[in-house]
């Protein structure tokens, strides 16, 4: 099956640093990739859409400078929180679709993100 | 917000006992998809139902549509333990790749 990979699983880091985050599809090309951020007790919300070789499509409301996301490769996506404050503490999920299935998504297993 | 709405927000049920949820949404859709959340984890695929189906079956799961109310339901039979997790309903949005994530029902199964 697809498998969707995501490093760190977790990481901690003081405020006003950058956190990168990568997301990987390991068994298949992702043309699409989605990234979500879900608070505690709270549904997911999609940040960003990313199409491999192409900017990034954000959602009303999330900072495209502050959120930056890289889609290098078919294999690969990025998300770099920049200048990172509490408030930006989440879980932080990516997801991957394939050429021709954007309606079927596979997700990651998420990134805990706590900003000290 | 495009947003799907769920209820109940929190459902704790017997093991053994059948637990419902629903989901409401706001637009046209090319398909509704359930997902299992365990706390502090990633998503698990559950099932996908298109817009011209009405009901499916996967296992314990059984899934409704009704475009005509944008609502579904998602039924887990004989529920267990293990079952104990977030449950969201997902659209996937005519004419994009967006799926759009409901609030989430939190089920509770006591053995």
């Known amino acids: 099956g697809a498998v969707v990979s995501q490093h760190p699983s977790w990481v901690i880091c003081k405020s006003g640093t950058s956190v990168k985050i990568e997301c990987r599809s390991l068994?298949?090309?992702?043309?699409?990739m989605f990234w979500y951020r879900q608070f505690p007790k709270q549904s997911l919300m999609l940040m960003a859409t990313?199409?491999?070789?192409?900017?990034?499509?954000?959602e009303q409301g999330v900072e495209k400078d502050k959120f930056l996301i890289n889609h290098a490769s078919l294999t690969l996506s990025t998300l770099t929180v920049t200048s990172a404050h509490p408030e930006d503490s989440s879980f932080y999920i990516c997801?991957?679709?394939?050429?021709?299935?954007?309606?079927?998504?596979?997700f990651g297993p998420g990134t805990r993100l706590t900003v000290l | 917000s495009q947003q799907g709405e769920e209820d109940p927000q929190a459902l704790s049920i017997q093991e053994g006992e059948n637990a419902t949820m629903n989901c409401s949404y706001k637009?046209?859709?090319?398909?509704l998809q359930w997902y299992r959340q365990n706390s502090g984890r990633g998503l698990v695929h559950l099932i996908l139902?298109?817009?011209?189906?009405r009901e499916k079956h996967s296992g314990r799961l059984r899934v409704t549509l009704d475009t005509s109310k944008k609502s579904s339901s998602l039924l887990i039979t004989a529920s267990r333990a293990a079952d104990t997790a977030s449950y969201f309903c997902?659209?996937?949005?005519?004419?994009?790749?967006?799926?759009?994530f409901g609030t989430g029902t939190r089920l509770q199964v006591f053995p």
């Open positions: 997801s991957a679709a394939q050429l021709g299935s954007y309606n079927e998504q596979f």
């Open positions: 068994d298949f090309q992702a043309t699409t």
């Open positions: 990313s199409n491999e070789g192409s900017k990034a499509t954000y």
């Open positions: 637009t046209s859709i090319n398909n």
């Open positions: 139902i298109r817009s011209n189906e």
């Open positions: 997902a659209t996937a949005l005519l004419d994009t790749d967006k799926l759009i």
